[in-house]
Nanobody
C-alpha cells in the first residue's frame, strides 16, 4: 500500500519561497507518478505538478511554470516541490498524490480530473500579501 507523508508548508510573504517534501513508500512497481495537488477554500483540488518515477520527467500546470520546480530523489523515495515567487493565490492545502503514470497522462490529455487513489494528509501553505 502506497503511503505518502507531506511536510514543509507554512506561512510566507508574497514573493517568498517554500519547499514541500513528500516521503513515499509502498510502491510495487516503477510505473507510478507522484505529484502535488492543491485545494484552496471553496475551490476544487487541482493538479500542480507531478513527476514520473520511471524517468523523472515533470509536468507543471501553466500557473506555476517558471516558479515551481519538482524533483524526485529515488534513493530517498522523496518528491520535492520548490516554490518561488509565491503569491496569495497559491494559498491552499497542498496534497501529495501518487498513482499509475498512465492516469496522470490521461488526465492531462483529456483535461479531466485526476483519478488518484493514494493521498497524503496535506500541508497548508499560506501566502500573505
Amino acid at each position: 500500500q502506497v503511503q505518502l507523508v507531506e511536510s514543509g508548508g507554512g506561512l510566507v510573504q508574497a514573493g517568498g519561497s517554500l519547499r514541500l517534501s513528500c516521503a513515499a513508500s509502498g510502491f510495487t512497481s516503477d510505473d507510478y507518478a507522484i505529484g502535488w495537488f492543491r485545494q484552496a477554500p471553496g475551490k476544487e483540488r487541482e493538479g500542480v505538478s507531478w513527476v514520473s518515477r520511471i524517468d523523472g520527467s515533470p509536468y507543471y500546470v501553466d500557473s506555476v511554470k517558471g516558479r515551481f520546480t519538482i524533483s524526485l530523489d529515488n534513493a530517498k523515495n522523496t518528491v520535492y516541490l520548490q516554490m518561488h515567487n509565491l503569491q496569495p493565490e497559491d494559498t491552499a492545502v497542498y496534497y501529495c498524490g501518487a498513482d499509475l503514470l498512465v492516469k496522470f497522462i490521461n488526465s492531462v490529455i483529456s483535461n479531466t480530473p485526476y483519478d488518484i487513489n493514494n493521498w497524503g494528509k496535506g500541508t497548508l501553505v499560506t501566502v500573505s500579501s
